[in-house]
């Protein structure tokens, strides 16, 4: 593996722990206070969360159907009142007379001064790009679970959240910052990472639509679309590209592998081909089919002193060189307020990209798509996300996934071809859209210095 595996700035550590940490600013009266942008499903269970904890609450939320946040409210079963706030002023009024301020402007939400951090819990790249941007602008920590968001602006977003002083990190509990608790193992220890990955949660089908989804979106409580983006694998290549982009690993093929590897026989599946396994190189991402391996997380790693191989034959973790470490769990949003907590306390980031990225995911055609298209939302009627290397995309001209949506076509695109700057005109009035070329002319200038392709 190359790159910083031991990713996110420390800071100032408390020296208690974070739980007798907590429990002071409890006492104090001094809870860190939370912004959230977006009361959908992830949002509704981050105040459900923050409500089982002491010394951190939700103090506005920002939803652009002010209903939803109050709904968020009342699903968690808070005593507590809402109230509506279109200023400012309003805002830290009703957070300091003890109410849970609701309104549908992320600006009201990041410029209250009884704000410490923001939570993006949106899930739309550009909607993302909006609300860090206003975060920075008024000097508030970001904890970003718009993964789709982070792998297509992440390294400048990283850079703008340095400039204003404040932390950027991707949310505790999804499966990027899951397998990176084991990444910073494994590397804190001194051993290379041969792959690192997750379980697929669902069936594995490229062609998911919305339609076909309504009703079982409905029983799980989930947005067709979101639960689709899922199904279809978007989801997955966007996880995988931002563990990548966070240490330095890339993709050994372009959508990875992912095959049905069972969990007590990762290891045997992520080595090398010369030694029965399915990877040309190490220090990839990758994902696994089979049953038993979802809702976890793995790293495989290469341990191959003869001294180190003895000890873990002793502790049953097999004859080696190749050795799974495996998280069962993920908490997804139910953990995400730890990163807020770790930001404002310690300054600390669970998870960052690097400046520079090394998979991109662009976006195959799920249909033929005639010139004149107006592109849909990920996980919809259009396109299905593909993780590739960075340097591959740009040979092919690659659209980002994140800059898909409200795209046209010029020109008619096959079923399962890439969408490309070629085949695609992104628009350009969208934010993510003009950060994304703030980037690539960022990332280009530092490759024609050092003569990088």
Do not use: W
Request: net charge neutral; glycine share 10%.
């Amino acid at each position: 593996m190359t790159g910083n595996a031991a990713n996110g700035r420390t800071g100032r550590g408390g020296s208690r722990g974070l739980l007798a940490d907590l429990a002071a600013r409890a006492d104090s009266g001094r809870p860190v206070r939370i912004g959230l942008a977006g009361a959908g499903q992830m949002g509704t269970d981050i105040v459900t969360a923050v409500s089982q904890m002491r010394g951190v609450e939700i103090a506005i939320i920002a939803d652009l159907n002010v209903d939803n946040a109050v709904r968020a409210v009342e699903i968690a079963g808070r005593e507590a009142r809402t109230l509506r706030a279109d200023t400012v002023e309003a805002a830290d009024a009703a957070i300091g007379g003890g109410a849970i301020a609701v309104t549908p402007s992320i600006e009201v939400a990041c410029r209250s001064g009884a704000i410490d951090v923001i939570i993006d819990a949106t899930g739309n790249p550009n909607a993302g790009a909006n609300v860090a941007l206003t975060a920075f602008a008024q000097g508030k920590h970001l904890v970003m679970m718009n993964v789709e968001a982070d792998v297509t602006i992440g390294p400048y977003l990283r850079a703008q959240a340095e400039r204003a002083g404040v932390v950027y990190t991707l949310g505790a509990g999804d499966e990027p910052t899951a397998a990176m608790e084991l990444i910073n193992f494994v590397g804190a220890l001194g051993y290379p990472v041969v792959a690192a990955g997750k379980g697929k949660n669902n069936p594995f089908r490229i062609d998911a639509t919305p339609d076909l989804y309504e009703e079982e979106a409905r029983r799980r409580n989930m947005n067709p679309r979101m639960l689709v983006e899922f199904v279809d694998g978007s989801k997955t290549m966007v996880e995988m590209a931002a563990i990548a982009n966070a240490t330095g690993l890339t993709v050994d093929r372009p959508g990875m592998h992912g095959p049905a590897a069972p969990r007590e026989e990762l290891q045997d599946y992520f080595r090398p081909k010369a030694e029965g396994g399915l990877l040309d190189r190490k220090g990839v991402v990758d994902f696994s089919v089979a049953k038993g391996v979802a809702p976890g997380v793995f790293v495989v790693a290469e341990m191959s002193h003869p001294r180190v191989r003895e000890r873990m034959s002793d502790l049953h973790m097999g004859p080696g060189p190749y050795y799974t470490f495996f998280r069962p769990y993920h908490l997804t949003s139910l953990e995400v307020p730890l990163s807020a907590v770790a930001a404002v306390l310690y300054g600390q980031s669970h998870m960052e990209p690097l400046p520079v990225p090394t998979v991109e995911v662009g976006a195959l055609a799920k249909k033929d798509l005639p010139a004149g298209t107006r592109l849909d939302a990920i996980g919809e009627y259009c396109y299905r996300g593909f993780a590739i290397a960075a340097a591959e995309a740009r040979q092919l001209n690659a659209l980002p996934l994140g800059l898909a949506q409200g795209a046209v076509t010029v020109k008619p695109i096959a079923k399962g071809n890439y969408l490309t700057y070629d085949n695609c005109r992104p628009d350009e009035a969208l934010t993510v859209v003009k950060l994304r070329r703030e980037q690539d002319a960022i990332l280009s200038g530092a490759r024609a210095q050092t003569g990088a392709r």
